[in-house]
């Protein structure tokens, strides 16, 4: 089954996860009441197209092409244009500094940094936004979701990769216990890699001012597993029993896209 025919049917994502972990009521506003955001973050569909050109450039690759990198960057154009253009434009919220032609010009850059200085082919590439579905015991919805790239060195060892758009270089504890790594190994052992060795890398294209490439490799242990199954068991009971703690601490509260129904949740009288 593809990713659009595995989200027909009640599921939990990496991202639905992290929602809820990061703050219960914006899970809430976005997941179960379905509230119509009041803006999209600029930062988003910018990371979303970036992510799409990469997926295109590596599709064609797997199928035996090899784009330019003026292909790419004419690829980038038109899929921000559209994006930034389209039926939404009038809800792209852009950050201070921010425009469609300084993001326009980023992404190009970024692309052309990535394009020159990443190493090559390493490994063989052996999947593109691999679907996977896997159970943990005592949830009953599956985890879904999709990996950007499955790669397999010469000792046959499994190399999954995502793609990230960060501001700023990742600090390297915080890929070491990064959970959506963690869910992608417990994905890749569930969906016919169980017997390999797995290495899980962030592939960043870094938006500063002059744009960095840089990869990050981790491993994770049985025990870092077990932790997120733990951690999966409870973020379902909590949405469950409908308990949807606001975190009005998080890093998300600058550029939430719900902040009016927060600020309303808040003024409610407790019953
Ligand atoms: S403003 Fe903060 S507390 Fe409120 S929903 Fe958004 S992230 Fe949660």
Redo the contacts with the bound molecule.
Sequence with gaps: MNLSELRKEAHLSISSISTYI??G??YR?SRVDCLIPEFKADVLVFGSVIHRILEMYYQGFLEGYKMSLLELSELFQNHWCESVNGNDRANIRFTKGNDYHSLLEMGINLLTTWYDSRPGELYRLIAVEEPFSFTVPGVPVPIIGGMDLVEEDPSGTIIITDHKTPAKAMAEKDVHINQQLTIYQMAAKANGYASREIMLKFDCLIKTKTPKFQQYYTTRSENDEQRMIRKIQSVWEGMAKGVFV???L?W??NN?S??TA?NEWFMQEAA
């Design positions: 990061d703050c009521l914006l506003f606001p975190n009005d998080s998300k509260c939430c719900y902040k927060c």
